[in-house]
């Protein structure tokens, strides 16, 4: 998917050590973001897409994260709608989400990897 290789191992050593400390870890990087839990570790990763603005995007996404997290803890779902929060602020010029059906809109854009189990 989108980030280099070397970087992408970085990311996911970091995210074993933060896993060691909590049940769920995040680590997110504009559209490319990692998840690890007791499921595994997933990569969701958005598409090429028209940017108005990155501001807020890592918010976005973590916004939908926790989101999903509170109503039924399925960590594909939680990334899903994180990424689509996040592209759903990016392509917005204000930078504000006006409603659920943006967000549902970009569901189906975002990919999932499951990387490790």
């Known amino acids: ?15 074993k050590k933060l896993r060691e400390e ?7 990087l504009g559209f490319d973001a990692l998840i690890a839990s007791e499921e595994g570790i997933f990569e ?15 918010d976005a996404f973590l916004a939908g994260v926790i989101d999903v997290l509170v109503e039924d803890g399925n960590i594909v779902e ?4 994180g990424m689509a929060a996040a592209l759903t602020i990016a392509s917005s010029l ?5 409603s659920k059906e943006e ?15």
Do not use: N, Q, W
């Open 1 to 15: 998917m989108g980030m280099p290789m070397k970087y992408k191992k970085k990311r996911i050593e970091a995210l």
């Open 44 to 58: 969701f990763e958005a598409p090429v897409c028209e940017v108005a603005s990155t501001v807020k995007i890592d």
């Open 94 to 98: 204000g930078g504000e989400i006006e």
């Open 22 to 28: 909590t049940d769920i870890a995040v680590i997110s």
């Open 78 to 81: 939680a990334g899903r709608k």
């Open 103 to 117: 967000i549902e809109a970009h569901l189906d854009r975002v990919e999932v990897r499951k990387i490790e189990s």
